[in-house]
C-alpha cells in the first residue's frame, strides 16, 4: 500500500502541475498555479515524509500535513472552476482523486490513533 500511495500522490502531483500550466497568463491565474503547484507537490513529499516517521506520533502529524495539503488542492481546483478559468469537465478526475486521496489519508490517521491510543 505504501509504493501504490507513493505512486498515487505522485501522480496527483504531477497532474496538479500539468493543470495549473494550463491556466491563463494573468494575475490570478498565476496565483493560482503557483499556489495549486505548491500544496499539490507537498501532499506526495509530506506523504513520503510520513513514511519516514520515526514514531507513531511523526507519523500522525505528516499524514495531518498530507489531508490539509489535499484539501488546499481541492480548495485551489474548484476556486479556478468557479472564476472559470477552466471548465468542470477538465478538472473532474482530479476533484475526484483529490476526494478519494483526502479520504485515504483521514482513515489512515484515524487508524493511527488508534494505534496511539492503544500502546499508551
Known amino acids: 500500500m505504501t509504493i501504490e ?3 498515487r500522490t505522485n501522480i496527483f502531483a504531477h497532474s496538479c502541475v500539468k493543470l495549473a500550466l494550463e491556466l491563463p ?3 490570478l491565474g498565476n496565483h493560482i498555479k503557483s499556489q495549486l503547484i505548491r500544496c499539490s507537490t507537498s501532499v506526495a ?8 516517521a520515526q514514531s507513531k506520533n511523526s507519523f ?5 500535513i498530507v489531508i490539509e495539503e489535499v484539501d488546499e488542492s481541492l480548495f485551489w481546483i474548484e476556486f479556478l472552476v468557479e472564476e472559470n478559468l477552466l471548465s468542470k469537465e477538465t478538472c473532474n478526475s482530479l ?3 483529490a476526494d478519494e486521496i483526502t479520504r485515504i489519508f483521514i482513515s489512515s ?3 493511527a490513533k488508534l494505534g496511539v491510543k492503544t500502546n499508551q
Open 109 to 111: 490517521r484515524k487508524t
Open 25 to 27: 497568463n494573468s494575475f
Open 45 to 52: 513529499a509530506n506523504y513520503r515524509a510520513a513514511c519516514l
Open 95 to 97: 476533484l475526484k482523486e
Open 5 to 7: 500511495l507513493k505512486k
Open 60 to 64: 500522525i502529524s505528516k499524514i495531518s
